[in-house]
C-alpha cells in the first residue's frame, strides 16, 4: 500500500511504499478524517507525530468520497467541481462510480496529513521552507502582513481623547508582493498584482455621484407624487356647472318564447329480415398430379 504525507505549513509531501501487512494493516478499517500513529505504519522516524486519513484511490485509480459509508464502490449522482466529477454545467449531475469513505484491504494509496510534528525532523518534509510563490492581494490583508495602519483602528476612537492614527491611502501599492517574469540584458522585468479593495479618489468620486443620482431621483419621486395628489384634489373639489344624470335602470329582460314542439310522428312498422339463399357446398379437392415417367 502507498502513503502519501502531505504537511501543510510549507507544502510539501512525500511518498512512502510499504508492503509489510502487519503494518499498513493498523489503517485498515479507518475513515477519512480518523487519526492514526505514525510510528505503527511508517518506522521510527515518525515517533512521536499523529497523522490524519484525507483519502485515497483504490487500485483501479477510483477516488475515496467522504460521507459514503461503506468499503466498496457506489454509484452515485454527483455534481461538478466535486470528488468524482471534475467540470460541468451548473446544476447538471452525472453517475459516477466513487470508492467509499472507509479503508478496505484493495486501497492502492492512502492521503495523509500531518497534525502534529514529533520529536525529530523528517528529511524532505518537515526540515525544509519554501517561500510563498503570491502575496496578499487585498488592501487589508497586505496592511496586515507588514503592520501598515488600518482605517478601522480609528473606529471608535474620540478626537478629543485619542489622536487618530493617519493613514496613507496609497502605502499598500508601494509593499505589494512582485515576482520576476523575465530579464532582457540588464533590465528585470516584474510582475504585481492589482491591489483589490483599495479607496482611490475616483472610487470616492463614483460613489459620490452614485449617492447624489439616488437622492435625486428620490426627490423627483416625491414631487410628482405632489403633483399627482395636488391634480387628483384640484379634480374633486372643482363645482359642477350641471348636475349629474340620474344612472340608468337595468336592462328590461324579455320573456323567453317557449319552445315550439313538434306533433308526435307514427312509428313505421318493422320489416321482415330476409333470409339469404344457402351456401354452396365446395367442390372435392383435385387428387395430386403423378410425375410423368422419364421414357
Avoid at 485509480?61 to 468499503?71: E, I, Q, S, T, W
Avoid at 523528517?122 to 501598515?148: E, H, S, V
Avoid at 528585470?188 to 482611490?200: D, E, G, H, M
Avoid at 460613489?207 to 435625486?216: C, M, S, V, Y
Wanted: charged fraction near 35%; hydrophobic fraction near 30%; include cysteine.
Amino acid at each position: 500500500m502507498k502513503f502519501i504525507v502531505a504537511f501543510r505549513d510549507n507544502g510539501l509531501h512525500k511518498a512512502y511504499k510499504i508492503d509489510d501487512e502487519h503494518k499498513w494493516g493498523h489503517v485498515v478499517d479507518l475513515k477519512i478524517g480518523s487519526e492514526f500513529d505514525g510510528e505503527k505504519v511508517l518506522g521510527e522516524a515518525y515517533k512521536g507525530y499523529v497523522l490524519r486519513v484525507t483519502g485515497g484511490t483504490d487500485e483501479n485509480g477510483f477516488p475515496m468520497k467522504n460521507g459514503v459509508l461503506r468499503k466498496t464502490r457506489a454509484r452515485l449522482l454527483i455534481p461538478p467541481r466535486t470528488c468524482g466529477l471534475r467540470s460541468g454545467r451548473e446544476g447538471e449531475r452525472k453517475r459516477r462510480s466513487v470508492r467509499g469513505c472507509i479503508i478496505d484491504r484493495d486501497i492502492g494509496a492512502v492521503h495523509c496529513a500531518v497534525v502534529s510534528k514529533g520529536v525529530a525532523e523528517i528529511a524532505g518534509l518537515t526540515d525544509a521552507k519554501t517561500p510563498r510563490r503570491l502575496g496578499p492581494k487585498r488592501a487589508n490583508k497586505i496592511r496586515k502582513l507588514f503592520g501598515l495602519p488600518r482605517h478601522s483602528d480609528n473606529l471608535g476612537r474620540d478626537e478629543k481623547s485619542r489622536q487618530k492614527v493617519k493613514i496613507d491611502r496609497f502605502d499598500v501599492t508601494r509593499y505589494v508582493v512582485k515576482r520576476p517574469t523575465k530579464a532582457k540584458g540588464d533590465k528585470q522585468y516584474y510582475k504585481a498584482p492589482r491591489v483589490q479593495r483599495l479607496v482611490t479618489a475616483d472610487r470616492r468620486k463614483r460613489k459620490t455621484l452614485r449617492r447624489t443620482e439616488r437622492k435625486a431621483g428620490a426627490e423627483e419621486n416625491v414631487k410628482v407624487y405632489k403633483e399627482y395628489v395636488a391634480r387628483l384634489l384640484e379634480t374633486s373639489l372643482r363645482p359642477q356647472s350641471q348636475p349629474r344624470p340620474p344612472p340608468r335602470p337595468p336592462p328590461r329582460r324579455l320573456p323567453l318564447r317557449p319552445r315550439r314542439r313538434l306533433p308526435p310522428q307514427p312509428r313505421l312498422p318493422l320489416l321482415p329480415r330476409r333470409r339469404l339463399p344457402p351456401c354452396r357446398p365446395l367442390p372435392p379437392p383435385r387428387p395430386p398430379r403423378r410425375p410423368k415417367a422419364n421414357k
